[in-house]
């Protein structure tokens, strides 16, 4: 008897354990969402190549898809003309292989982060169309070349629209015209037609700029470009963007048979007292009451945080069948560019993991959500 007693009382123990065990496997947001969309993050090269191990840590537990923060941008990955430097672009591929993860590249064609001798010659006088032509179809078809069937999908071309709806005046623009990005995406395609090519930008739930980018995809398709999918930045606010607008944006995208995606999700915690952009030019100066928070947000501000951040996630879930990525701008609080900008030296709060590596409410509100919508 008292040897069934101790091999019963073994047989809870163990089925306790593998129950546990199970059980914080399934606990993360790429178990929990696998059957509605990939779940993203921003890395550095701190992260892939190991150096901030609790970060690391969280990406493989929590993410099946990474695309890199800023190290395939076109200024430090193509600093001259004829060098480019791949080195943390090749660990960052590496990162995602050996996690087997969904890669993308991000970002071809951007008028920030550009490297200065892009636009002009050995006088500082703009190229001409030609050369900047040809100067983007080298860019374009080394880097996508180089890592061509390893990276899933590319950001082809980033904020081409300005809010109003009109063509924004970088200078693909002023020297190439609006076929800069036609020409963009056909490069793209050449170097590697097995890749998924995206079109990205912020602010996409406000009129001008959705109407805008839904005519430049259609004008693409009529081109016969095929554009697999529309990037949602998504550098949110408490109080902006409305939700209302926001599934708008997700519907009409959809609607051109395009996969949409949230490529840049953070949500700042703090004041927001100017018009919401993500204009990275932008800045406002310093003011201690912008920055309330210093030591950690109050209960009240942290439950309304969690609130606004699982409507958005509930949206996502509502629409899992056209949005097939949300990638989170940073892991965690600790070093998102939210601290900095638009504002320098905040304490912002912006990401699902707090700056102890811990996740915030909201991650098990997601993660119990997308059980229950199986
Ligand atoms: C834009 C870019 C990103 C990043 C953010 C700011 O959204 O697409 O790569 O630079 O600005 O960090």
């Excluded at 840049?264 to 952009?277: C, G, H, Q, R």
């Excluded at 109050?298 to 945080?305: C, Q, S, T």
Aim: charged fraction near 30%; proline fraction near 4%; glycine fraction near 6%.
């Amino acid at each position: 008897m008292r040897k069934a007693i101790f091999q019963l009382s073994i047989l809870v123990i163990v089925a306790f354990l593998i129950a546990s065990c199970s059980g914080a496997e399934e606990a993360t947001l790429k178990s929990a969402l696998k059957d509605k969309f990939l779940i993203g993050v921003a890395v550095n090269p701190f992260q892939t190549s190991g150096e901030d191990t609790a970060s690391a840590k969280i990406i493989v537990q929590h993410f099946n898809s990474i695309v890199a923060e800023n190290c395939m941008k076109s200024g430090p990955i193509h600093p001259e003309k004829d060098v480019f430097d791949f080195e943390n672009a090749d660990r960052f591929v590496e990162f995602g292989e050996e996690n087997d993860m969904f890669i993308i590249g991000h970002t071809l064609i951007w008028h920030s982060q550009a490297p200065r001798w892009l636009f002009v010659d050995d006088e500082g006088n703009d190229v001409s169309r030609e050369e900047l032509i040809e100067r983007m179809k080298n860019h374009i078809s080394t880097v996508v070349g180089r890592y061509k069937g390893r990276v899933d999908g590319w950001d082809v071309v980033n904020e081409a629209i300005e809010d109003d709806g009109s063509w924004r005046k970088n200078k693909f623009y002023e020297i190439i015209g609006e076929d800069y990005v036609r020409l963009a995406f056909e490069f793209a395609h050449d170097a590697d037609p097995g890749a998924e090519l995206y079109y990205n930008d912020y602010n996409m739930v406000k009129e001008g700029k959705r109407e805008a980018v839904v005519k430049l995809i259609k004008t693409l398709q009529e081109q016969g470009i095929t554009v697999d999918g529309i990037g949602i930045q998504g550098h949110y606010y408490m109080d902006y963007p409305k939700i209302e607008d926001l599934e708008k944006s997700i519907i009409d995208f959809a609607a051109l048979g395009c996969s949409v995606m949230m490529t840049e999700l953070d949500v700042s915690a703090l004041p927001n007292p100017w018009e919401a952009t993500a204009e990275v030019s932008f800045g406002a100066d310093y003011e201690a009451k912008l920055n309330p928070y210093p030591d950690g947000l109050p209960e009240d501000v942290a439950a309304a945080f969690n609130e606004r951040y699982f409507d958005f996630f509930r949206l996502f879930l509502k629409h899992s069948d056209k949005v097939s990525r949300v990638t989170m701008w940073g892991v965690s609080d600790a070093w998102s560019w939210r601290n900095n900008w638009p504002i320098r030296g905040r304490t912002d709060y912006p990401l699902l993991f707090d700056r102890d590596f811990q996740p915030k409410p909201v991650v098990n509100m997601v993660i119990e959500a997308a059980k229950e919508k199986q």
